[in-house]
């Protein structure tokens, strides 16, 4: 098993900058693909980007591919999502999760393993 805590969420002005944290536990992280997803209120949640678990390989949803970049390191057990170029519709509150499928899989279906959450508030 796994625990997530997130980290880094705030209220930014639109066209600014946040870096989201993810530290897990256990000496297995290695062993997960890693992911983000977001919600917003009385929307499904939705995948964000997600990376492999030696972070050779990086997926990301259309929607914030050349804004949104993840990352992760190993010997840190802590996973990344630098947010660049931050709009409105990027409110909401943003999920770290994990799961020993591969990354590719996250993006089409729910992974195992999820953090509480952190609220990322964009205004206009």
């Known amino acids: 098993q796994v625990q997530l805590v997130e980290s880094g969420g705030g209220l930014v002005q639109a066209g600014g900058s946040l870096r989201l944290s993810c530290a897990a536990s256990?000496?297995?992280?290695?062993?997960?693909?890693m992911g983000w997803f977001r919600q917003a209120p009385g929307k499904e949640r939705e995948f964000v980007a997600a990376?492999?678990?030696?972070?050779?390989?990086?997926y990301s949803a259309d929607s914030v591919k050349g804004r949104f970049t993840i990352s992760r390191d190993n010997a840190k057990n802590t996973v990344y999502l630098q947010m660049n170029s931050l709009k409105p519709e990027d409110t909401g509150v943003y999920y770290c999760?994990?799961?020993?499928?591969?990354?590719?899989?996250?993006?089409?279906?729910?992974?195992?393993?999820w953090g509480q959450g952190t609220q990322v508030t964009v205004s206009s």
């Open positions: 990376i492999s678990r030696t972070g050779g390989r990086t």
């Open positions: 999760a994990a799961d020993l499928r591969t990354s590719q899989a996250m993006s089409i279906s729910l992974p195992t393993y």
């Open positions: 256990g000496r297995t992280f290695s062993s997960y693909a």
